[in-house]
């Protein structure tokens, strides 16, 4: 291939055997729907954040006296600022949104199964880093809402047992938010992409050893695999396309709908804004956190909301495979779930009234259950299922992981 | 027969393997020391961490905020009919007899932090009331009604002189 020079690279470093191998020829199941799409766009919404920011950071002025006005500067004065602050804060809202379908689809399609465990958490050390750099981010404008959320989360850590007090004020450099936690978020916030850079090569290798699902669950014949280039780049570039065209419509007609108003008055420590709420990412899990009357136990519900998820390999027990597409009692389960997150982002948008809570309650009680009872209900309906009748591929796919688990048996 | 000094002896190979770690981890402990408390407030911020005010200027029943540490505190001058009122109230669902939340009776000092989620209650004829959820509070900073669980925070404070008080120290 290509030249002397692509020859002289190839006899020191593998670079036409790793595009070979990583994309030209990377096998890759041919019945991959849009779902499969999400990857390759939180992967573009990563370096969309990262250079929108880096441009950002040229004319931002991390410093409580000057931050707020330097967020205007950067709206009037830089040429075509408004726009690069625009794609930066509707894209963290987008990435959210690419994420949060990402997951989805990896629980819809039960991706997470054996042999894919480490993408999943991996996945999820990505989405708590994510959820931390857009925490403090949102700290940066220092508004009304950047600050007095940034207060109430800080706050939480006054949850840890005998120091939570001096964890609080450890962590803001100060007595409340001040000038010095501004500055230390925008150090953090700055950093943190790169971490994730790092996770998100770890969650590629892991992905290109494992290879990628697909909708049926089923692990294809080699025949079934098409190469990744140009199939997947065109498929995954033309998605891109109309994620783009949505994208771009939030970013130049409604760019103040994911900025709450209340964050275009400057940072005021003597005064709060009259209803405080997180940033629409945030609410389910704000919605649990109140849901608990006590500080500390609200705090430990809320983290084991989100780290509940890792289990979920071995709390789905069924051997059917393709998650959603043949069973319908766990599809049935995820509807229940999406609904349930719906009710419990509501729920933590509104100012807690007595019925709020109940609902908020009731709406955890629901979201911890479906875990709880998936081990059981996952097993019922294998059986069930099996009863009933299953397709010819499935049945030819579960008995020849009868006949090798029966050949290891026998072994031993 | 295992000599101890034997080169070819693991177990020793697993004590100084062992050790190495334990050192390498006590020394990385250490070192992070200085960068961790670097985190913590700075001289400046600490030197702001008491407030000085004036009495004098705060008329009977009249309330003054100032700011403690970047947080509101309220100073209120009860008039001896409040003081009345409070001390014959055992106060709502955080009970605490207004004697234990003063240091005299004329004077409250409390932080104008709401208990529930930390809003700024707004000053009402009968003590406080938060514009967030409601939480209100009599005038003496206890917690009457509403989803806040413990009474206003009596923050440290002393009497410099009659007309001075020095909040952040007790």
Request: aromatic share 14%; hydrophobic share 45%.
């Amino acid at each position: 291939m290509g030249g002397p020079i692509v020859d002289w690279i190839d006899r020191r470093f593998p670079l036409t055997s790793f595009i070979k191998h990583e994309l030209t020829e990377y096998p890759t199941p041919r019945n991959l729907s849009i779902w499969w799409n999400f990857g390759f766009f939180a992967g573009f919404m990563l370096v969309l954040q990262m250079l929108s920011g880096l441009f950002l950071a040229m004319h931002y002025k991390p410093d409580a006296q000057l931050a707020f006005a330097s967020v205007e500067h950067i709206m009037r004065d830089v040429n075509y600022g408004w726009l690069i602050r625009y794609l930066h804060s509707t894209g963290a809202s987008a990435f959210f949104i690419v994420i949060y379908i990402h997951m989805a689809r990896t629980l819809y399609y039960g991706s997470f199964r054996a042999p894919r465990e480490l993408m999943w958490w991996t996945g999820q050390i990505l989405l708590l880093s994510l959820m931390a750099t857009a925490f403090m981010g949102y700290l940066l404008p220092w508004g009304q809402m950047s600050f007095w959320g940034a207060q109430v989360i800080t706050n939480l850590f006054r949850a840890t047992p005998f120091i939570g007090d001096q964890v609080v004020v450890w962590l803001r450099g100060d007595f409340s938010v001040g000038d010095a936690t501004l500055t230390r978020f925008y150090a953090l916030h700055f950093l943190f992409p790169f971490l994730i850079c790092g996770l998100v090569a770890i969650h590629l290798v892991a992905l290109h050893f494992v290879k990628s699902s697909n909708p049926s669950g089923i692990d294809l014949a080699d025949k079934d695999n098409i190469p990744f280039h140009p199939y997947f780049t065109s498929k995954d570039f033309y998605g891109l396309g109309l994620f783009l065209i949505l994208f771009c419509a939030a970013v130049f007609f409604r760019p103040e709908f994911f900025i709450e108003a209340a964050n275009n008055i400057p940072a005021n420590p003597l005064q709060t804004p009259p209803h405080i709420a997180p940033s629409w990412y945030f609410l389910p899990f704000y919605a649990i956190l109140r849901a608990i009357p006590d500080l500390l136990g609200g705090v430990v519900v809320m983290t084991l909301s989100i780290l509940v998820f890792a289990l979920m390999p071995y709390l789905d027990r069924s051997k059917i495979p393709g998650g959603s597409r043949y069973r319908p009692f766990y599809r049935a389960m995820f509807y229940v779930f999406a609904v349930d997150i719906v009710v419990l982002s509501y729920v933590g948008g509104q100012p807690p009234t007595d019925s709020m809570a109940l609902v908020g309650q009731a709406a955890t009680l629901i979201y911890f259950s479906l875990f709880v009872f998936l081990p059981y209900l996952s097993v019922k309906e294998e059986a069930w299922l099996r009863k009933r009748g299953l397709p010819p591929a499935v049945v030819a796919m579960l008995a020849s992981e009868d006949a090798q688990r029966a050949a290891a048996g026998a072994q031993r | 027969m295992a000599h101890s000094d034997d080169v070819q002896d693991p177990t020793r190979r697993d004590f100084l393997n062992t050790v190495t770690a334990v050192v390498g981890a006590a020394g990385v402990g250490v070192a992070s020391w200085p960068l961790i408390s670097s985190m913590n407030p700075t001289a400046d911020v600490r030197l702001r961490s008491t407030t000085e005010v004036d009495l004098a200027k705060i008329k009977l029943g009249e309330l003054k905020t100032v700011a403690w540490q970047g947080k509101p505190v309220f100073i209120l001058r009860r008039t001896p009919e409040q003081v009345a009122a409070m001390q014959a109230s055992p106060g709502g669902k955080d009970p605490q007899p207004d004697q234990q939340r003063v240091k005299q009776p004329e004077w409250l000092v409390v932080v104008g932090i709401c208990t529930h989620l930390g809003c700024v209650p707004t000053h009402k004829d009968e003590g406080w009331v938060c514009p967030c959820h409601g939480s209100r509070y009599d005038m003496s900073g206890r917690i009457l009604r509403g989803p806040a669980p413990r009474n206003l925070e009596v923050p440290p404070y002393k009497f410099l002189a009659d007309n001075k008080l020095l909040i952040g120290e007790a």
